[in-house]
Structure formats: C-alpha cells, structure tokens
C-alpha cells in the first residue's frame, strides 16, 4: 500500500505536463503567456501552464477538423477503432497514480479517491464507451418494396467541450468517450485550476494509437481560450459542464456564431427528502453526510439540502453529528483521509461568505461554520438548521461542505421544499414504504432520483438535470445519440 510519505515524496518529484496538446505534441502559447497552477493543499506552483487563447483554438480546431475531414478516426474500422480505445483505458489504468496524484495536487481531493476512484473510473468510461463502437447498429426504415431508406448515425465533426475542476478527468471521460466513439474530433478546454491530469490522459491517447489531431487540449482561461472555443465557427457542438452563467453564456455565443448545438450541466441543489417512516435512520444520516461532504461539498448532485420531517430531526442530526465526529477531515495525501481543502482561495472565501449569513434570519450551526484563515483552503463540515426556504442559503449553490436543513409536516409539504428551487439535477427520497417513496420519487422533478440512497452511479445510467440544472445527458448510450446526427438515405429500387 502506498503511503502518506509515499505521496508526499512523489509529488515532491512529480514533473506535470504544461504544454498544451494540439495535434498529437505539446505546444506552447502563440502568445507566450503562462499561467500559475496552484495547489489548494499549501499553495505551492505546480507548474507555470501554457494560457491558450483564441490562435491556439484556431490551431487545435483546425488540426481536429483536418483530422475529422481526412477520416483518420471517423472512417477507421470500427473493430479498429475499439481497439485503441480499450489500450488507451489499458494505458490510463498502467498509469493511475501518477494521474491521481496530479489531480490531488491541483485539486486538493484525498488521493484515496482520486487513486481509488477518479482515475480508474475515467478508464472504465473510455473502455466503455470503445466497446460501443462495433455494438451499435443503423436502422432500415419500413419504407416500400419499391426503396430502400436507411437511417444512420453520423459524427457531426469537430465537439469542443468545456469541463469544471472538481472532477476534472471523470467529467472529461463523459464527454471524451462518447464523442470519439461516434467518430468525432474533439477540442478539450480543462479549467485553469484542473489542467495537469488531462494533458498526461491526453498524451496516453497517441501512445495508445489515436491519430493525430483526433483529441487535442487547450490549456487556458475560461474568456479567453473558452470563449473562442464556444464561438469557433468550426466546431458544430459545445458541451459544457460549470456554472449557470457561464451556461447562459455558452447558448449566447453558439447564437452570435454558428448555431452550434450546446450541452450543459449546470449544477443543483440536491434535497435529500427524509419521510418520517424512514427505517433505517443510521444508514440516512451517514448517507446524506458522504452526499455532501464528499469532495468538500464540491460536487454538482451534492445533496446539499436535508428536507426532513420534524419529528424526526432531532434524530437524524443527533446522528449526523455523531457521524462527522469521525469524519476524516485533512492532509489530501494521506490515503486515510475522507476529505480535503477546498480546491482554491477564491472558492474558500465563497463558500465563507455564505457562512456569514447565517444568524442573519435565525439560522444556527448544529456543528461546523468554523472560517479558515490565511492560505487554509480547508472548511469543516457544516449544518445549518433554521434557513428560510426563500433565502441564499437555501436556493443558492454553496458548493462547500455546507448542508442547509428545513423541516416539514405533510408529503405534500415536502415536495414542494424538494422541487422549490431554479435547480433539477438530482434528488433522493427515504422511507420505509417503497410505495409512498415510489409516489412521491415520481414527483420529483430531477434527473436522477434515488430511493433510500444517494449518489449510487455508473457510465450505465445517464446523467443529467431538469430546469437551470441544464440540458442534455452526459453517460450511458444515450450520450451517444448527443454527439451523432441522424441522416435518411431512401435509395429507388425501380
């Protein structure tokens, strides 16, 4: 087993990649300029990232669209194609740690995830998603004897994707696999606090035998190289996950451009509904604990909201807070940690900005709401009772190790706490009547619902959210038909 000075003594040696890859190499900014890859963990420069800017796009769209038009990828047996997508999961899976251990340290994330989960489950997806190629069949349509009409799937060229910091390689995987599967090219644009991981992921997929210009990664800020790709007149889709500003503004420039299709996920604010015939209330209360203090709170279903009858959440916060008394909370290079600092100073001073309101209209801490001070990016879990359903705390994304409790009387009150807010993302329902949590789960207004449980998920499923929580599905085949375009063939046969 790896150790805490294990970890310690590799990222002391760890050399990231900080070039962009455009075309199958690494580059460097056309301008020159670079930006400062900060750890959350002590504030040290991990490395000075090439910052991309729209020559750079240019130069990326262009060798993916060259790459798409010549059929390097697109017209490869599909046999063939498979193949290199099962090495590339081979090669990500040979090289797991040391992709771990550059998304700790970007991230701050416990290397027990990242090495245990994130870097193998974006090998699963890619494998998936390869298996697909040659499972996935075109149509005839029950046209006349006289004609033959075939409906096909068609890659629709060149896909620019956009993905956020807090699971920078896993969000990347949903969008990378299916694309490439469907035959498309693909331009990547990380976030300026989660480049490092990608770029080695990137580099795997050449060795493994992509062809050039296939997948390429532009390193940058979010207006300037993510702007240009969103309005790139060459790119015929944006999917994009971050957000629900930066959402609008995806929509706004595919409009001002090329009416390029878009896909986003925007985030939520998760209920976790708690009926008072809730059977198991140990397992609820350390279930709704890991839904939102995983990753810090820093997860777009976190399950940031507990919607729990009021004769039992007493109960349910006693227990929580017994919970988090053993909750490990520290060093992210201590594999025996559960949860590490937050990913930036920037998203530390938000989420304390939130921890300021409370009192504001007679909310209370049950136990955290401590702020850090100086460079600590580290906030402890927290829940707060007593928020109005109307206020910031309980409409607005924290996007922390925050949860926000209100209490109900009636099923009928419940839902609609659970449904009131912009967001669609995610939702759970506990009890122990699988028909009142059926009834009341088909009600919900959320892409995924779970039922006596939270945050269960694979490629298998699709992934996605209703209302400003965005549109489009990220995973299972479905994701298949976001990244194809169907086409009609009808032949004369006279």
């Avoid at 015929?236 to 001002?256: C, D, R, W």
């Avoid at 820093?298 to 109960?315: F, L, M, P, Y």
């Avoid at 659970?418 to 506990?430: F, H, I, K």
């Amino acid at each position: 087993m790896v150790t805490r000075t294990d970890w310690i003594s590799r990222s002391a040696n760890i050399k990231p990649r900080d070039l962009m890859f455009i075309d199958g190499d690494f580059a460097g900014a056309k301008s020159g300029k670079t930006f400062d890859a900060i750890s959350p963990i002590d504030q040290r420069v991990l490395a000075k990232v090439a910052a991309g800017d729209t020559p750079d796009v240019d130069a990326a769209v262009k060798a993916a669209k060259r790459a798409f038009e010549n059929g390097d990828w697109r017209n490869l047996n599909p046999r063939d194609k498979k193949a290199i997508m099962l090495k590339w999961a081979d090669l990500i899976r040979e090289n797991y740690e040391e992709i771990a251990l550059l998304e700790t340290l970007e991230v701050g994330k416990p290397i027990g995830d990242t090495s245990g989960y994130d870097a193998l489950a974006v090998a699963r997806v890619i494998q998936w998603y390869g298996e697909t190629i040659d499972k996935t069949y075109d149509e005839i349509a029950p046209a006349p004897k006289s004609a033959l009409a075939m409906i096909t799937r068609e890659p629709l060229g060149v896909i620019g994707a956009i993905v956020p910091w807090n699971y920078p390689i896993v969000i990347a995987s949903w969008k990378i696999g299916p694309a490439l599967a469907m035959g498309n090219s693909m331009v990547l644009k990380p976030s300026e606090e989660s480049s490092l991981a990608i770029l080695r992921i990137a580099e795997l997929g050449i060795e493994a035998g992509l062809p050039k210009g296939v997948f390429n990664v532009v390193t940058g800020l979010g207006a300037e190289a993510g702007q240009a790709l969103a309005r790139h007149k060459d790119v015929a889709k944006i999917a994009f996950t971050g957000s629900g500003p930066v959402g609008k503004l995806m929509m706004q420039y595919a409009a001002e451009s090329n009416m390029k299709q878009v896909a986003l996920e925007l985030g939520g604010k998760s209920p976790q509904v708690v009926l008072d015939d809730v059977v198991d209330i140990d397992k609820a209360a350390s279930t709704i604990a890991w839904g939102i203090f995983y990753n810090a709170g820093q997860t777009c279903n976190a399950g940031s909201r507990v919607v729990v009858h009021e004769k039992i959440k007493d109960a349910l916060f006693e227990r929580i807070s017994a919970f988090v008394k053993d909750f490990r909370v520290g060093d992210p290079l201590d594999p025996n940690t559960q949860m590490g600092p937050l990913v930036s100073l920037k998203q530390r001073n938000r989420v304390c900005n939130y921890l300021d309101l409370v009192g504001q209209q007679g909310e209370r801490f049950i136990f955290g709401g401590q702020k850090p001070t100086g460079n600590d990016c580290l906030i402890q879990p927290t829940l707060i009772d007593g928020a109005k359903h109307e206020s910031k705390l309980a409409q607005e994304e924290i996007f922390g190790p925050v949860i926000v409790a209100e209490t109900f009387k009636s099923d009928e009150e419940a839902l609609a706490l659970a449904n009131g807010t912009e967001y669609g993302l995610a939702a759970s329902v506990w009890s122990g009547n699988v028909s009142r949590a059926h009834n009341f789960a088909r009600q919900l207004r959320a892409g995924t619902v779970w039922v006596n449980t939270f945050d269960m998920s694979d490629v298998i499923t699709p992934f996605g959210g209703f209302k400003s929580s965005g549109s489009g599905r990220d995973k299972s085949l479905h994701a298949l038909d976001g990244y194809s375009a169907l086409k009609t063939t009808w032949v004369d046969l006279n």
